[in-house]
């Protein structure tokens, strides 16, 4: 054999340059592709970690850790807070009867650049129907989607809504209180100490109700006092007969909604507080964790005189009483102008 004479290889074939390129660029392909899906999951866990972090500093600066479940950050549907997504939100409600000063005690609240009370958002049926929609209104409502005149703004501080005995919260105590305690729902309770003046008020304004006595329009509250004294010169006449009854039906059911409600965080107020003890409206504030204000109502009382000056048969009423435990009406001395 030749000495340079070259003999066929039995090893392996080389692969064409083609195939060669083809596979690097492949496998390049594939580590970018790992890379990039690494690089995406990081900045999702990164992400992740700073709406954590953002939430924590949420929480920290404002409230001490036992009132944390009292604070809240809604996320509402119909809007953004924006910038005020870290400001803590606290809920609340006005528990009351019609004729107690909870009108005029809601515009005092709502004088307050951080507080906005909605008013009476289940004297509609349709929302008190049932249990059901009893919560799906509240939710609605805790989680700011609820637009009305008393909203302020994105930075509102505290939120909630008056709501009356008579609208529905009595027939479902056990599931609202649950609600409440689980949803960290404040309650404040307003009634008047002397169920008296409050049922000459109810009386009155049932009456205006038909008579219309301004100017042919029903108003349940004034901003004149050329008005409350319109409306104050109506004097009824009350039923002696089932006057007693009345009253201890009232205060029943002002004992039973203080009983079933007793588990919540709430205060309990007075409308004679209100008006004689200028620090009531401060503990209300602090109550709701809100800097404390002087609050202001266009508000003007309608019933200002005593109470033998707005029955019709006060002699009469006063006879009733006199010797019984609510006699201590008649005085008129849990009451200041």
């Known amino acids: 054999m030749h000495p340079y004479s070259l003999k066929s290889s039995k090893g392996a074939p080389i692969l064409p340059r083609p195939v060669f390129v083809f596979f690097i660029a492949t496998f390049g392909f594939y580590v970018c592709y790992l890379s990039f899906n690494q690089i995406t999951l990081e900045n999702n866990r990164e992400g992740n970690s700073r709406e954590e972090q953002r939430d924590d500093i949420c929480r920290k600066p404002y409230v001490p850790y036992e009132e944390l479940s009292y604070v809240h950050f809604p996320k509402p549907t119909s ?33 307050h650049p951080n ?6 958002i289940f004297n509609r049926v349709d929302r008190r129907e049932n249990i059901s929609s009893i919560l799906q209104t509240l939710d609605r409502l805790y989680n700011l989607d609820w637009l009305t005149s008393a909203a302020k703004n994105e930075c509102t501080a505290a939120f909630g809504l008056k709501w009356m005995l008579n609208q529905g919260i009595l027939e479902n105590p056990e599931d609202i209180v649950s609600y409440l305690n689980k949803k960290g729902v404040s309650v404040i309770f307003l009634f008047r100490r002397n169920t008296l003046r409050r049922l000459v008020s109810v009386l009155a304004n049932d009456y205006d109700k038909a008579a219309k006595q301004l100017n042919g329009t029903h108003k349940s509250h004034v901003h004149s006092k050329e008005e409350a004294e319109i409306l104050a010169k109506f004097k009824p006449h009350l039923d002696t007969s089932t006057l007693i009854t009345n009253i201890r039906n ?64 006060w002699e009469e009423v006063s006879s009733k009483l006199n010797g019984t435990e609510f006699a201590h009406f008649l005085d008129g001395s849990d009451y200041a102008k």
């Open 79 to 111: 809007y953004s807070r924006g910038e005020c997504s870290c400001t803590p939100v606290r809920f609340f409600v006005i528990v009351s009867m019609q004729r107690s000063g909870s009108g005029w005690f809601e515009t005092l609240m709502n004088s």
């Open 115 to 120: 507080i906005s009370s909605n008013g009476e």
């Open 250 to 313: 009232i205060e029943k059911a002002i004992r039973d909604c203080l009983d079933h409600f007793k588990s919540t965080r709430h205060m309990i107020l007075y409308y004679e507080d209100i008006i004689s003890n200028s620090n009531a409206l401060s503990r209300v504030q602090e109550f709701l964790g809100v800097p404390v204000r002087r609050l202001m109502s266009r508000q003007v009382k309608i019933h200002t005189r005593p109470l033998p000056d707005l029955v019709k048969n």
